[in-house]
């Protein structure tokens, strides 16, 4: 568990040390918590979680920070030239910044240009829009194709004859 103003600092000792040589960016990740009820040890709705490895001591670690709506993170793709492309991911998908990794005025990195919002916030609606396909042609919507499934729950009992053949 890192400070925002103290991350690069730490994921820095945590490479330059020849002791810890983590040298090894594995992955960053996001996270919203927005609608997390229970008690964390992270104050910001967002967290963004590094994992380095180590391969002199083949042992991995997890560097978690967070921060708040509108706030930004110090980009770590100077430590680490892996950090470029997830933060980006992080910052197209939930809306978190990190200053120095920002991308151009209007330029989204996986998404089109013209997407609205961001779809991996808790807030964002679950699918049932229409799908637009090669020449005008619209897809059918999410429920459309809704199946009941052996896993789903019916009537308090798990799977069904009908559906699951058990």
């Not at 810890?20 to 990740?29: A, G, P, R, W």
């Not at 930004?72 to 120095?100: C, W």
Request: glycine share 10%; aromatic share 10%; charged share 30%.
């Amino acid at each position: 568990m890192c400070q925002p103003h103290s991350l690069i600092k730490t994921l820095e000792i945590l490479k330059v040390d020849p002791e810890l040589d983590y040298s090894y960016f594995s992955e960053c990740v996001g996270v919203d918590y927005s609608t997390w009820t229970h008690e964390r040890d992270l104050e910001g709705r967002f967290e963004v979680v590094y994992n380095l490895m180590s391969l002199k001591h083949m042992s991995r670690i997890f560097v978690k920070t967070s921060v708040s709506e509108g706030e930004s993170l110090p980009t770590a793709k100077h430590l680490y030239l892996g950090a470029e492309y997830p933060e980006r991911e992080i910052q197209d998908l939930f809306g978190v910044q990190f200053a120095g990794n920002e991308e151009a005025a209007g330029m989204r990195f996986l998404l089109p240009d013209d997407w609205i919002g961001y779809p991996l916030r808790k807030e964002y609606p679950l699918g049932g829009e229409d799908v637009l396909f090669d020449q005008n042609d619209r897809g059918p919507a999410v429920e459309d194709k809704m199946r009941p499934h052996a896993g789903e729950s019916f009537d308090g009992k798990t799977g069904s004859d009908e559906i699951s053949g058990r």
